[in-house]
């Protein structure tokens, strides 16, 4: 009899201890699954979002400023920028590259994204304009003045007309005043306008051919002439637009509007650009 009741102990002390143990078990379970539920919770509470955007390598320095600005009226965003050549981040999000706002130094490259549906026309805007201008190093040796200079020049430099804005628009430009033939074979393309003012500062070439926007401000070259816009086919036109892929829409659209505004609008011009109140 002994030996049963302390058969029947033992179980007893098992079966309590199991017990015990399984109560643990669904504590720890449920203060894990509470940690994996707060952690989406606490990254809302917080609004940490990214917004990407890509931009032309013309607009890096105009958006750099303004991207603390729109960042401190949007409390949690972080705006990350992408920079490069307008053609260049037009295959990057055909591609499927990460994208919340494309802003392009042509119109060419959203009108393609537009045939793609990867942006919507309803949705895009005129961001601004430019000018094509002839560039040259501070000490000017070649003393290019004007376009009847670049015949007699040695290297000169503008953009790849292939995927650069500036490129493209500097090709029609001397195409249109009868000099291409003569300066091609002279050209030392960039792949975008930093590489370009590069050429220039560091005597690389004689000269080149950028957006205005692009020798503003920047020490060591200087715009010695601007293109009228009656010798252009069309004028320099900027796009900004939200993707169709973004999934920060209402935020996309925030951007497209701050830029948009006076405030912006302002601080392109600052930069070299022209608002887009004297662009439409």
């Known amino acids: 009899m002994r030996a049963l009741r302390d058969l029947r102990r033992a179980g007893a002390l098992a079966l309590a ?3 015990v143990l399984a109560s643990l078990a669904g504590c720890v379970s449920a203060e894990a699954d509470g940690e994996d539920a707060a952690t989406p919770d606490a990254a809302a509470a917080t609004g940490a979002v990214e917004l990407r955007i890509s931009a032309a390598t013309t607009l890096k320095r105009a958006v750099d400023e303004l991207i603390p ?3 401190a009226a949007h409390p949690g ?3 990350v920028g992408n920079y490069a050549a307008s053609g260049v981040l037009q295959k990057q999000v055909e591609q499927g590259a990460p994208c919340d ?7 060419d490259q959203v009108a393609a994204l537009i045939e793609g549906g990867f942006i919507s026309a309803e949705t895009s805007r005129t961001l601004c304009s430019n000018d094509v201008a002839i560039v040259v190093s501070a000490d000017n040796p070649a ?3 004007g376009p009847g200079d670049l015949a007699n020049a040695g290297r000169l430099t ?3 007309p292939e995927t650069a804005p500036f490129g493209t628009k500097s090709k029609e430009w001397l195409v249109n ?3 291409w033939d003569g300066v091609e074979p002279r050209l030392v393309l960039a792949e975008n306008a930093a590489q370009a003012i590069d050429y220039i500062v560091r005597g690389e070439v004689d000269g080149g051919l950028v957006f205005a926007s692009e020798a503003t401000n920047i020490d060591g070259v200087t715009v010695v002439y601007r293109a009228p816009a009656s010798e252009l086919s069309t004028p320099v036109r900027y796009v900004i637009a939200p993707t169709a892929a973004t999934k920060q829409a209402e935020l996309a659209d925030a951007f497209v509007a701050f830029m948009l505004e006076r405030q912006a609008q302002d601080a392109l011009a600052q930069w070299g650009f022209r608002p ?3 662009t439409e």
């Open 17 to 19: 201890g199991a017990l």
């Open 101 to 107: 706002v494309f802003l392009s130094a042509g119109p």
């Open 158 to 160: 503008t953009g790849n």
């Open 69 to 71: 600005e729109f960042e």
């Open 276 to 278: 887009v109140a004297e």
């Open 143 to 145: 003393g290019i003045e």
């Open 77 to 79: 965003v972080t705006v």
């Open 177 to 179: 005043i009868g000099l």
